[in-house]
């Protein structure tokens, strides 16, 4: 006698439907704010991260350098890292965006975004395009899944070939080297992953690393969106 069960799926058509036009304003609203925006870099790292964390100075420092190199800034816009980021672009008198995402609790955009260049979402996955559309490059620093899942996307797509190679960079190797060691262990040596993948993205710990992976990778100096 057979005991298989009849669930029941509540149809949501006409809310789907408006979900469509939300997303395609989120995208509207992006394109519009960044399209004259220039060659920048993302920066992400944990919202935990304190002001009197050697990470947090570290990440003014790098934003800093960046900036220098003539390269804005793009990071989540909320506290943490993201803050960080966007008060070394501040200090240094170069574009800092927020991408500010909605959520339940914790998330707040921080004080050193340009006016203009403070944009709200309120989905994970159109966000994510902005991060890339725009980066010349990567810079990951410590932080938990939300940053481990912008890593993780820019590799696949750059992996797949859906985008431009461009610069990823892991800062913090006592961070970073238990991943590094899982993905060799793991993913590698079971033949998930290819050799050449794990070229895909390098691992420093200094400002002075940082600024040598991105100019030695950049050294035509030929900017354009990603897609």
């Known amino acids: ?106 998330q707040f955009s921080n004080s050193y975004i340009d006016k203009n260049r403070l944009i709200a979402f309120k989905y994970f996955f159109t966000r994510k395009v902005m991060f890339v559309k725009y980066a010349q490059g990567f810079v990951v620093m410590p932080g938990g899944f939300g940053t481990l899942d912008e890593f ?8 797949t070939q859906k985008i431009n190679p461009f610069p990823i960079v892991l800062v913090g190797s006592g961070y970073w080297n238990g991943l590094l060691d899982w993905l060799n262990d793991s993913l590698l040596k079971t033949g998930k992953i290819k050799p050449h993948d794990t070229a895909l993205f390098s691992v420093v710990d200094t400002t002075k690393e940082v600024v040598d992976k991105i100019t030695a990778f950049h050294k035509k100096g030929i900017y354009k969106p990603n897609f």
Request: negative net charge.
């Open 1 to 106: 006698m057979s005991t298989k069960k009849t669930l029941t799926w509540h149809q949501t058509k006409t809310q789907d439907n408006w979900m469509i036009f939300k997303v395609i304003s989120e995208f509207v609203e992006a394109f519009d704010a960044l399209e004259s925006i220039g060659p920048c870099i993302s920066i992400f790292g944990s919202a935990q991260t304190k002001p009197n964390h050697p990470d947090y100075q570290l990440t003014v420092d790098i934003s800093k350098a960046i900036v220098n190199l003539g390269f804005g800034i793009i990071s989540g816009g909320g506290p943490g890292i993201m803050e960080a980021a966007n008060k070394g672009a501040h200090q240094a008198n170069g574009t800092s965006v927020g991408l500010h995402i909605e959520l339940p609790s914790e």
């Open 152 to 159: 993780f996307e820019a590799i696949t797509l750059i992996q």
